[in-house]
């Protein structure tokens, strides 16, 4: 890009005749110029190096991948081609150089500005002015020279052109109803791929009355649609896509191209708009379920719970045949949260490629988002996604992105919406390619959707095709927006719908006569006739989502048992085997001397079967999985080595910088263990190991935050997925979010996982919430995650001043042979009988330690101290085991939180019932914790010891 603004600066009477001369000495000697000139000339591409050399008279001809050579090693000739004139004249060979340095340069403007002036807007309301670089005058033509020939050495395909020609071949290929913008790739394949693809504008010319009979039945299935149920459902919001129906046949040739290149699995994600159409005209929804959706009918059997979800948020999926292949289609649920499905897509792409052994090439499932113009250039979830996109544990090999551009986001206009030129801009920071298309050339749309999954399958990289259109009706089909956009309205209600422009075009070209356009057209509307009366009497027979990959997996009520013990312990000489592999690194490596020590302690605790710490007790639990034949992911910012230096998973020779899992060198021939330092992204990643795990039950996929608050940036992937997923969509998942949490006086954002807001969001068994005081506790719960014969989010409150806590160790004896997960854990240590307690202290967590040592500090046996291990679901009945003797004491909740937040305010009433059904005198438990406040710490070191001080005291005072 600096060399074309460099030479148009240099295109003007006498600098450009300097140009010349300078230009003849770099190819004598690229030495002899100044280094910023050479370094100009040599980002010439090859063909330029050619025209420029040639006609010069040099003795130079360039490589086929750049450079220069000698003559002698230049390839022969091209048969047929008109030798170079080589003057002899110095006048004349200067104005020779500077003719074909002018042509290539106006040629190169269109490559890199003719989008500025292509005719994208349908509606005819964006007249693009004319852009200076684009004219031949800028670049010292007059119209005396348009018809002279000019040496160009068959750039765009011609050895010779006039200026007329040059600019009939790149307006028609720039300037035409599609805009291209590529030359912002670094990548010299790619660049060249799309510029031999696209100029002298095939488009054209691609489609035979077959294809084009295609491309009109289906603006004809996605128009009809939506007229039908606009005619039928007056009034009813389902977010139409009038205005856009280009993008049906866009998506449909994209999945067929690609499935053309070997592609077996395609996953859709998008928000609303449209969606409906997309579910019955792509995904093949059959048009009689949507109906019955629209009367009110459920989207599940009647016998399976769950809320649901409004209609134009559901997904579904189904296998189609394309060209004697089968396909598997779906197209995912989301909210009405924008844009915030895509990492979600992308997960569930990485974690189907992973599954098939698609690890290399990646293009064996291929993810499709479309996107709304204003949410691509608003939503940061846009950015994060894309830049996953080429990352080692998110990469994907490309998403094929489709912008279903009305010009409009509810009312704003693009003016106040992206400060850009274009609504897709941010897809330049990935160098991905963006193709502009007028929505109403459906042949060009088609075209280009062709172009991007060639693309995709051919570079494994992402790729963007924005259908530049309108909605024809507001918001949504009771809005009325000529309110805020009366121009625009005005002229879209003058429209005729895209469908009928292209019958009367197709009719006018004698591809498909008007008759045949109306036979196709009333077919489709008796088919919808018939869906509509079969709706009435449609239900739901079968509950999909647990078949495939899910298949023996079952759906667990809201009143099922909740402390149900699963096979999680594991057999001694198993652990051992695991340990052993932990404290191993190949005889060569070069650990880190800190590394080794610990290496060296683990060996220990896991030969003398006692302190074995957290990390240790996680690493165990990941080894046995994976000796169970199970893959485990875990991805999150910094957690090969973990934010506290405490895992260590992946070791780095400090000599060479190569890396060593020990986990994936336990047993030969087991499953693959990985662990991903992801990009600084909650809301990205989170997504997208959610999305993992809704592809593949039997993998443990975990997520972990640097710090537990940093999930405040993901709150939308875990209200509107995580928590709430299961119950709108029937889409279970076993994700695993470890979130630090604990008090050490680290400030407010190094503090709280906010436990209270996980908790708030609990009910109807959706998800489990913990805050876990041992190791093998740890290690059972992560267990469970696949043990049990169903799926559920796991929220680990995990610790940090614990992970080196002397007294925070287990025994190997409880992750073996007749251990499980313990929901309370009771009193541990000898005090008073029963009945002479005084107290109970209730917890969950860290503060368990601080009042445990402050007690044996004070020499008290008279509290007692019981740990509520799982939060949610409640464990009434172990905890009712667990306090149920102390008839004299009195109750107290213990935490580190403020009042107002952790967990008192969801265990109160909690507690208070399992109270009510005990022979005590303890009815109501009291509290004690830090006051409530609006930051969840104290910032300084001094004030937060005395808060913790006093909140452990008051515990323990009776």
């Not at 075009?505 to 006739?529: C, H, M, W, Y």
């Not at 995580?722 to 709108?728: C, L, P, V």
Request: charged fraction near 25%.
């Amino acid at each position: 890009m600096a060399g074309v603004d460099i030479l148009a600066s240099a295109m003007n009477g006498a600098n450009a005749a300097f140009l010349a001369d300078l230009y003849a000495r770099w190819v004598e000697n690229p030495a002899s110029v100044d280094p910023s000139f050479a370094e100009l000339f040599a980002t010439l591409n090859d063909d330029a190096r050619a025209v420029l050399g040639d006609a010069q008279g040099a003795s130079w001809a360039p490589r086929p991948r750049g450079g220069f050579a000698p003559a002698e090693e230049a390839p022969p000739a091209k048969k047929g081609a008109a030798p170079a004139a080589r003057a002899t004249d110095p006048e004349e060979t200067r104005r020779a150089v500077l003719d074909s340095i002018r042509a290539l340069m106006l040629i190169r403007s269109y490559r890199v500005r003719g989008h500025l002036e292509a005719k994208l807007d349908p509606l005819g309301l964006q007249t693009p002015p004319a852009h200076p670089e684009l004219s031949p005058a800028f670049w010292g033509f007059t119209d005396a020279d348009m018809d002279r020939r000019i040496f160009i050495d068959r750039v765009l395909g011609l050895e010779t052109a006039t200026i007329r020609e040059i600019m009939e071949r790149v307006r028609a290929t720039y300037c035409g109803p599609i805009g291209v913008e590529f030359m912002h790739i670094q990548d010299p394949d790619q660049k060249s791929w799309i510029q031999q693809r696209v100029e002298g504008a095939p488009w054209v010319k691609s489609f035979d009355a077959a294809a084009k009979r295609k491309i009109l039945t289906q603006l004809t299935e996605a128009e009809g649609f939506e007229a039908f149920c606009a005619k039928k459902y007056v009034g009813t919001k389902r977010f139409g896509l009038e205005g856009g129906e280009s993008t049906i046949p866009a998506v449909q040739a994209v999945i067929e191209t690609a499935a053309g290149q070997g592609c077996n699995e395609i996953a859709i994600g998008m928000a609303h708009r449209g969606r409906l159409n997309m579910l019955v005209n792509v995904v093949k929804k059959p048009y009689t379920q949507v109906f019955a959706e629209f009367k009110g009918s459920s989207f599940k059997p009647d016998d399976v719970q769950g809320s649901g979800d409004v209609k134009y948020h559901l997904g579904t999926s189904t296998d189609i045949e394309i060209n004697g292949r089968m396909v598997h289609l779906s197209l995912q649920p989301n909210p009405s949260h924008l844009e915030a499905v895509n990492p979600v897509v992308a997960g569930k792409v990485r974690a189907r490629q992973d599954m098939s052994g698609d690890v290399k090439t990646r293009t064996s499932v291929m993810g499709i988002l479309l996107h709304g113009d204003a949410a691509f250039a608003g939503q940061g979830l846009v950015y994060e996604t894309l830049a996953m996109s080429q990352l080692i544990g998110y990469r994907t090999g490309g998403t094929v992105h489709i912008v279903t551009n009305n010009q409009i986001g509810f009312t704003t206009v693009p003016a106040h919406a992206y400060s850009g030129l274009y609504c897709t801009d941010v897809a330049k920071a990935i160098q991905a390619p963006i193709l502009h298309v007028n929505g109403d050339d459906p042949e060009a749309v088609v075209w280009c959707a062709q172009m991007c999954a060639e693309f995709r399958m051919r570079f494994q990289a992402d790729i963007v095709l924005d259908i530049v259109c309108y909605r024809r009706h507001g918001h949504n089909e009771s809005d009325e927006p000529a309110f805020t956009q009366p121009t625009m309205y005005k002229r879209i209600r003058e429209m005729k719908t895209t469908r009928t422009l292209y019958a009367e075009r197709l009719a006018t070209e004698g591809s498909v006569p008007a008759e045949e356009a109306k036979s196709i057209q009333d077919a489709f509307n008796a088919e919808l006739e018939k869906a509509f009366e079969a709706a009435s009497s449609f239900k739901p027979n079968k509950a999909d989502w647990l078949e495939g990959h899910w298949a023996g997996l079952k759906p667990v009520a809201s009143g099922a048992e909740t402390e149900q013990l699963h096979e999680t312990a594991v057999g001694l000489d198993t652990l051992r085997e695991v340990g052993g592999a932990l404290c191993r690194a190949p005889g060569d490596f070069n650990l880190n001397p800190k590394i080794a020590r610990q290496l060296d302690a683990k060996k220990q605790s896991i030969e003398s079967g006692e302190g074995i710490d957290w990390a240790t007790g996680e690493a165990l639990a990941f080894g046995t999985l994976l000796l169970e034949g199970h893959r485990v992911r875990l991805s999150g910012e910094d957690v090969q080595r973990g934010t506290f230096s405490h895992r260590h998973c992946v070791l780095v020779d400090q000599a060479n910088q190569q890396e060593y899992a020990p986990l994936n060198n336990i047993r030969e021939g087991q499953p693959k263990f990985e662990a991903f330092n992801s990009l600084l992204s909650e809301a990205g990643v989170l997504g997208f190991d959610y999305g993992y795990s809704l592809a593949d039950p039997r993998t443990l996929v975990l997520w972990e935050a640097q710090f537990g608050d940093f999930a405040n940036g993901a709150q939308v992937i875990i209200d509107q997925f995580i928590a709430s997923g299961e119950t709108k969509w029937l889409r279970m998942s076993g994700l695993v979010m470890l979130l630090p949490h604990g008090y050490e006086g680290q400030g407010p954002e190094h503090s709280s996982a906010r436990l209270e807001r996980y908790l708030q969001l609990c009910a109807e068994r959706n998800m489990r919430v913990c805050n876990f005081t041992t190791p093998a506790n740890y290690f059972h719960a992560l267990r469970r995650q696949l043990k049990a014969n169903y799926r559920k989010p796991l929220v680990v409150m995990t610790p940090k001043s614990l992970l080196r806590h002397k007294l925070a160790v287990s025994s190997l004896a409880e992750f073996g042979p007749g251990s499980a997960f313990r929901y309370v854990i009771p009193e541990t240590e000898a005090i008073a009988p029963e009945e002479k307690v005084k107290r109970v202290v209730l917890c969950t967590g860290k503060v368990y330690y601080d009042l445990l040592e402050a007690r044996r500090e004070q020499g008290r046996n008279d509290v007692a101290l019981v740990r509520l291990e799982q939060v949610y679901p409640f464990p009434e009945r172990s905890l009712a085991s667990a306090i149920g003797a102390y008839r004299n004491a009195e109750v107290v909740w213990c935490q580190e939180e403020p009042e107002n937040m952790g967990a008192w305010s969801f265990v109160d009433r909690r507690i208070e019932g399992v109270l009510a059904g005990l022979d005590i005198a303890a009815k109501r438990p009291r509290f004690v914790g830090r006051t409530g406040a609006a930051s969840p710490a104290t910032g300084l070191a001094k004030v937060h010891a005395a808060e913790q001080e006093t909140l452990v005291r008051t515990a323990l005072a009776v």
